[in-house]
Structures are given as structure tokens and as C-alpha cells.
């Protein structure tokens, strides 16, 4: 079974950046398919960020510009480079490998943008 590592969540002001880390242990890291997810409380889990095995990209409108999802296969990890944060992304932020019909999911990582 695969296993996902994330890393870098905490607490940023407004404005400020952070960038989270989620590291694979297998060596098909290169042929998953990556996404960032992330969970407001109250709310639903949201897709914030994509990125193929061709490091094809796509992202919520709400991030658009801002986040930065990319890979680097040699370190079977997956970033997402937040920027200008807001409040309102404050949330629990998961990450998420597809491999054919697997499916497997990081612990999550708290990000808080407060002054």
C-alpha cells in the first residue's frame, strides 16, 4: 500500500505564503495522478489542485493564480506553493494519489491564514 507524508501546514498571515509537501513511498510515483484537497470546518472536502503523470495542471477558480500544484518524481513528492493567502483558505488541506483504481489519501495538514 502506498503511504502519503504531508508536511509544511501552519500558520501564515494574510497575504503570506506557505508550501505544503506530501511524499510518496513507492517507486510508481511517477504514473500516479496528484491532487490537493482541502476541508474548511463545516464545510466539504473541495479539490484545490491537480496535476497528471505529464505534470498537467488545473485548479479551483477560488486558488486560481495564487497556488501552485507541482511534482518532482525523483523525490516521489507533490507541492502545492500557496501564495497571497487568505482567510478563507483556512482549512485541514489533504493530499491524494490515484493510481488506475487505487486511491490513497495524506493525514492532512492544517493550514491557518489569521493576523
Known amino acids: 500500500q502506498e503511504q502519503l507524508v504531508e508536511s509544511g501546514g501552519g500558520l501564515v498571515q494574510p497575504g503570506g505564503s506557505l508550501r505544503l509537501s506530501c511524499a510518496a513511498s513507492?517507486?510508481?510515483?511517477?504514473?500516479?495522478?496528484m491532487r490537493w484537497y482541502r476541508q474548511a470546518p463545516g464545510k466539504q472536502r473541495e479539490l484545490v489542485a491537480h496535476?497528471?503523470?505529464?505534470?498537467?495542471?488545473s485548479y479551483a477558480d477560488s486558488v486560481k493564480g495564487r497556488f501552485t500544484i507541482s511534482r518532482d518524481n525523483a523525490k516521489n513528492t507533490v507541492y502545492l506553493q500557496m501564495n497571497s493567502l487568505k482567510p478563507e483558505d483556512t482549512a485541514v488541506y489533504y493530499c491524494?494519489?490515484?493510481?488506475?483504481?487505487?486511491?490513497?489519501w495524506g493525514q492532512g495538514t492544517q493550514v491557518t491564514v489569521s493576523s
Open positions: 513507492r517507486s510508481r510515483f511517477s504514473s500516479y495522478v
Open positions: 491524494y494519489a490515484q493510481f488506475a483504481s487505487l486511491v490513497f
Open positions: 496535476i497528471t503523470s505529464s505534470s498537467s495542471t
